[in-house]
């Protein structure tokens, strides 16, 4: 019951505040941040203020990432997520994926009120393994207003948490920890590489238009130590992780109903992320990626290197939704097969973000064997389920 | 007639009752009604009171939700520190910060409770009230939007886009009405705010009221309270939620006994009539009934269908008054607010439920109580042989000599009751010494009237002498009319004694609690009007105002069970005698300085305190140390006030607002013209409140009258039914001795004689059921005044006498009896004076 409510309040929430932000007319898909967990639904609901007078910070090309100031939090800018995916392994050889992103939002509020508790800023909190053995994806979630010491995504350093789930980086490692509802996380993140930026020295084109662009830097490969519980056991676990950090204000256009992205460690050391914007019809309205090769040279894609083919569906009991779960991918010289982990790694934030979508740990194949390994993220294919 | 077996007593039964309505009807009417009235009157508060419990109750787990423990704190709240520290207690699984007001709006006198909260915080442990906020959250979240509850839009007449505007301080800010939640988010008037907006609004910052806590799974949720209470800033309270409820419907409690027991006391009185009634008609048909049980109807169906017909009225008047109560109780939900018009419980719009079950209880009740009554003549008449019965002539009952034995025993254990403590907070033991001494003093009537009558001395007067040794041979018999007497006018005369002390003492206090010309005042049990110091300089600098006296009042938790204490900070020039009610105070060495404390009886009865004991209170969130140094009355508020110097409470709290004032005139200055003057200085006052003393303490005695209407109405009831039963009594008395008048007639005695000795007896009776109604309806109003009251209320009350009225009462009664004597007297003899000789002869 308190879910359902929940559900109501928040997915209506979201959608009410995607589509005061982007201006568009409601009842059409804006909004959908490319290589984030994020995808949110406009939702009917929500009388938005036709031109809010805020002046969010906007996203321009030439402009030099900087470390580690950029690994904090830039709040002058709408929208920003630290987001971690990544296959883990128990001492019985037990493989599984695993997600947790950081998602910042700045609403529209009078900020000039003195008190603690007004919400300059909200953080919302979602996270994820994909556990084949139990054939379940646990997942949970948390949304707050930043603030009082409780919930902040700090400036300066990557430091963001709401409550006791917290994304922490110290030196070249990362800590992450949160207790969640059935299950937790706590695991340490090394960084074997100086962050990929991605796009033109971190400037990441979204779309046509020149404003839809985010600042996006990644860290693959990064190597897991720590500990996963689940059901009140906790098993030591090692891995690979890919990091993403990305931030905006104005994001994509509003022809654009959903993304396919892809990170994937490669075996050999390098790295790919590919990502694609699909339009109304499932046309590929602007494509981008990035590989990297062991050595360090780094290739950037754009859409002419891309190509996303599916090859086999799969369709949610639960929603009706159908996805493809396995993928023909070209992005530039590499060319690889996707396979999911399992076919259910379908996640459900309708409590914070009001979104549905199939994120999931694939591996890579090259002619039917195994060079790397990911995730993919599939967003936009359940519009037909709207959040009121 | 072949009477056998069950279906043989049900046609003696429905012979006799048929009988019974064709030749008395109008006397069975007035049984039927005191019958219908007691029965009405319990059911209607059952059911106002179960209606309006229901609805408070709905309302509070919506407000208090899944919540293990309530943080409360003080009315003027406690620092947010507190929740930042209660989220990361690791025993807490979801903590969530509540700001919950009753804000004053302008133009109104009632409040608007307005709950400011985080809902991301707040959804997962109120679902049902949260859950409709969705659509709105960015507006709510944006500041200064309120959504409002169907019942609030209503109400105050807003919709979807309107604006609110609320009272800060003496100003006035607007709140944009977001929307309105469907009826079954909430069903009473509430308002529902982002905690960040309403802190700002209304001026709050830094500051909370309410902490709502989920604890984790394994946690134990009592344990976790007691601990928790021990790390709490004074004033500041861990509550389980159901405390929360039990404590605003606890305050009904008394109220509701007290209304209970007047039905009560009604349908006794029915059980008399049926008793009185019941005995008149087998008197009248003590030949038929003889007949019938030598036509061989059993001992056993005589008594059942005698009793069958006492149990018959009492179940035609308890059904009746089970619809009369339901009409009623639907009546006093539309009319009041469902507390019974006590104004303790504010619920609005609330649903009768009809309660088959609880009404069938009413009406066995009604049945059984009635069938009693009928019991004591249907057992006399079933005992009479059948042959003596057949024969005519005069009854008689007599009366046990152990009846006087109890009589004195109830006596004394009445006394001795009126002397316990109330039990389970109610004065359970104040009403079982009324009834003790109530039957205690009935029965020992008989005793008394033979005692009296042997001490009468003869007069010379043969038909005064005549009254009297008819009386001495007929003692059993005058008992009958006497005990209608003196019940219904002992309990009479306690009621008006009671009353009228109440509304003496009442008048007195407002006079003392009420010096000046004017008295300002912001909405009672609001949270945010208020006058700051510079409003408080600019009413004392408007012409006409003399001198002005301002106080500030707060509500303090001293026991999470309890509703809060009033805290009331004001100047007390001069002795404390001369600026409070007091009924007791300390040695002069104690009452002056910072640390002197004035508690109300309600205070000092609730939580135990004796003048001298130390006292802390919580003010400002430290523990304050006070000596107390005086009781006094307090006819506002029965949940306790305490007063200190404000001087004591500025220092403590650095608080110069006020929320009330007196003003007294200048000399020839008109209240009119200060009250505009006072308007214009603070550019509207917003909700403060203006009055004349006058117009006050007229006010309140009027809501005094009204309050107490209802008992206005069942004395007049009970004066009817008690003349009711003197004439019942009288008219069986006098059928009873037909023969007695033929005998009378037959040696001589003229019919205008025999007509003045029973205006004497009736006369003679009558004085003394008077009297005897007097001494025992004194008794009974100590009782009331000392006991009941007191153990209800909280408030003590100076006994006064109602002289006139009861003097105008006891000759009312006393003509009343003896015209009702002549009267059935006359009946009795007219035509049927000879065949009555004849009959015995």
Redesign the interface.
């Known amino acids: ?2 879910a ?3 559900a ?6 979201a959608g ?2 995607v589509g ?1 932000v982007a201006g568009a007319p409601l009842g059409t898909p804006v909004d959908v941040p490319v290589g984030t967990p994020l995808t949110v639904p406009a ?1 009917a ?4 203020p036709a031109a809010s007078a805020r002046r969010y910070a906007t996203v321009l090309p030439g402009h030099a990432l900087e470390f580690p100031r950029d690994f904090g939090s830039h709040p002058q800018f709408r929208t920003e997520w630290w987001y971690v995916t990544g296959w883990l392994q128990t001492r019985k050889g037990e493989l599984l994926g695993f997600q947790i992103t950081f998602f910042r939002t700045r ?4 900020e000039t ?7 300059h800023q909200l953080l919302i909190a979602h996270c994820a393994v994909s556990d084949p053995t139990r054939g379940r994806l646990w997942q949970d979630q948390r ?3 930043a603030g ?3 919930a902040q995504a700090r400036e300066g350093d990557t430091e963001v948490w709401i ?1 006791d789930w917290r994304l922490q980086r110290r030196g070249a490692d990362y800590s992450a920890r949160l207790a969640a509802d059935g299950f937790a996380l706590n695991l340490t993140l090394s960084a074997t590489r100086p962050p990929m930026e991605n796009g033109q020295s971190g400037f990441s084109r979204k779309g046509p238009a020149a404003e839809s662009a985010s600042y996006y830097y990644s860290i693959p490969q990064m190597q897991i130590a720590g500990s996963l519980t689940r059901a009140g056991k906790t098993d030591p676990v090692v891995g690979t992780a890919w990091f993403d950090h990305e931030w905006s204000s104005d994001y994509l256009d509003p022809g654009a109903t959903g993304w396919d992205w892809i990170g994937i460690n490669l075996d050999d050391g390098g790295a790919l992320m590919a990502f694609r914007i699909r339009g109304a019809g499932g046309e590929t309205r602007w494509a981008g990626g990035t590989l990297e090769r062991p050595d360090g040279r780094v290739r950037t894609l754009d859409a002419a290197d891309i190509d996303f083919t599916p090859a086999r569906r799969w369709l949610s009991p639960r929603t009706g939704i159908a996805y493809p779960v396995v993928w023909h991918v070209r992005a530039g010289p590499e060319t690889i097969d996707l396979e999911p982990l399992m076919d259910d790694q379908e996640n459900d934030t309708r409590l914070t973000t009001g979104a549905v979508y199939w994120e999931g740990a694939v591996r890579a194949l090259r002619g039917g064997l195994p060079v790397g390994r990911g995730y993919l993220e599939l967003t936009g294919y359940g519009e037909r389920l709207r959040i ?1 | 007639m072949a009477a056998r077996g069950t279906g043989g007593s049900f046609t003696v039964w429905w012979v006799l009752v048929v009988a019974q309505l064709r030749e008395q009807p109008v006397r069975l009417l007035v049984t039927v009604l005191a019958i219908a009235l007691g029965v009405a009157l319990g059911a209607a508060v059952y059911l106002t009171n179960t209606a309006a419990l229901a609805e408070f109750g709905s309302a509070t787990k919506r407000l208090f939700g899944d919540a293990d423990v309530v943080v409360r704190g003080p009315r003027d709240g406690y620092s947010e520190d507190l929740f930042v520290q209660l989220a990361r207690d690791p025993a807490v699984a979801m903590a969530s910060p509540v700001l919950e007001l009753e804000v004053a709006l302008p133009g109104r006198r009632d409040t608007l409770k307005v709950l400011g909260l985080d809902p991301f915080r707040a959804a997962a442990l109120q679902p049902a009230l949260i859950g409709e906020i969705g659509a709105h959250l960015t507006e709510l979240l944006a500041g200064n939007g309120i959504l409002l509850s169907d019942s609030a839009a209503r109400e105050l007449d807003l919709r979807r886009g309107g604006t609110l505007p609320v009272s800060v301080g003496s100003g006035t800010r607007i709140l944009k009405v977001l929307d309105v939640l469907s009826p079954a988010a909430y069903p009473q008037p509430l308002g529902l705010m982002d905690v960040a907006a309403a802190q700002w609004a209304f001026g709050r910052i830094g500051r909370l009221d309410r902490i709502d806590l989920r604890l984790n799974p394994g946690v134990d949720a009592e344990r976790y309270r007691r601990d928790l209470a021990e790390r709490l800033p004074a004033g500041v309270l861990a509550v389980a939620p159901e405390v929360e409820r039990d404590r605003a419907v606890s305050l009904t409690r008394a109220y509701r006994l007290n209304l209970n027991m007047l039905a009560l006391v009604a349908l006794l009185t029915g059980a008399l009539l049926v008793f009185s009634t019941q005995s008149l008609s087998v008197l009248r048909r003590r030949r038929s009934l003889g007949l019938l049980r030598a036509l061989g109807v059993t001992r056993g169906q005589l008594q059942r269908a005698l009793v069958g017909e006492g149990a018959a009225l009492g179940a035609l008047g308890a059904l009746l008054g089970v619809v009369l109560g339901t009409f009623m109780a639907a009546l006093m939900l539309r009319l009041l607010s469902g507390d019974l018009g006590n104004g303790q419980l504010r619920v609005l719009g609330v649903a009768l439920h009809l309660a088959p079950l609880p009404m069938l209880g009413f009406c066995a009740i009604g049945t059984v109580v009635a069938g009693f009554g009928g019991w004591v003549p249907a057992r006399a008449a079933a005992l009479q042989p059948a042959a003596r019965s057949l024969k005519g002539g005069d009854q008689d009952y007599t009366v046990g000599h152990s009846s006087t034995l109890l009589g004195v025993a109830l006596l004394s254990a009445g006394a001795a009751l009126a002397f316990l403590p109330r039990l389970a907070g109610l004065p359970l033991f104040g009403y079982a010494s009324v009834a003790a001494l109530l039957f205690g003093a009935v029965l020992l009537v008989p005793a008394l009237t033979a005692w009296l009558l042997k001490l009468t001395p003869r007069s010379g007067r043969v038909v005064l002498d005549t009254a009297v040794a008819q009386l001495r041979g007929n003692v059993a018999l005058s008992t009958l009319s006497l005990a209608c007497i003196i019940v219904s006018f002992s309990l009479m005369v306690a009621m008006a004694i009671m009353v009228y002390s109440f509304r003496d003492s009442f008048d007195r206090w407002l006079g003392k609690l009420l010096p000046a010309d004017i008295q300002l005042r912001e909405p009672v049990g609001n949270d945010t009007a208020f006058l700051s110091d510079g409003d408080q300089a600019r009413i004392a600098a408007v012409v006409g105002v003399g001198r002005v006296e301002f106080r500030r009042t707060r509500q303090l938790y001293l026991d999470p069970a309890r509703a809060p204490v009033t805290l009331v900070a004001r100047d007390m020039p001069g002795p404390p005698a001369d600026n409070l009610p007091l009924v007791q105070s300390a040695p002069p060495q104690l009452q002056t300085g910072a640390s002197a404390a004035w508690i109300s009886e309600g205070f000092q009865d609730l939580y135990g305190y004796r003048i001298g004991d130390p006292l802390s209170l919580p003010v400002a969130g430290r523990q304050a140390r006070f000596v107390i140094a005086g009781i006094w009355r307090d006819y506002a508020r029965t949940t306790g006030a305490v007063v200190i110097t404000r001087r004591a409470y500025v220092a403590l709290s650095g608080d110069r607002s006020a929320t009330e004032g007196s003003v007294w005139l200048d000399g020839r200055a008109s209240a009119a013209a200060v009250d505009a003057g006072i308007r214009s200085a603070l550019a509207g006052g917003g909700t403060l409140e203006i009055f004349a003393s006058t117009a006050i303490r007229e006010r309140s005695l009027q809501i005094f009258d009204r309050a107490f209407a209802i008992t206005y109405a069942l004395e007049a009831i009970a004066v009817l039914i008690g003349l009711a039963g003197v004439s019942f009594a009288a008219s069986s008395t006098a059928l009873a001795r037909r023969a007695e008048f033929g005998m009378l007639r037959h040696v001589g005695m003229l019919r205008r004689q025999v007509v003045g000795m029973l205006a004497g007896e009736g006369i003679l009776m009558s004085l003394f059921g008077v009297a005897y109604g007097l001494a025992l309806g004194a008794v009974l109003s100590l009782v009331l005044v000392y006991v009941i009251n007191r153990q209800s209320f909280n408030w003590s009350i100076d006994l006064a006498v109602p002289w006139w009225q009861l003097g105008l009462l006891s000759v009312t009664l006393v003509l009343a009896a003896a015209l009702t004597a002549i009267w059935s007297g006359r009946a009795a003899m007219s035509a049927e004076a000879l065949r009555a000789v004849r009959e015995d002869w």
């Open positions: 019951m308190s359902r409510a929940l109501g309040l928040l997915g209506a929430f009410a505040w005061t939702a609901a929500g009388a938005a609403p529209d509020v009078d009120n003195p008190s603690a508790f007004t919400p949304i707050r207003r009082l010491g409780l409550d009121r």
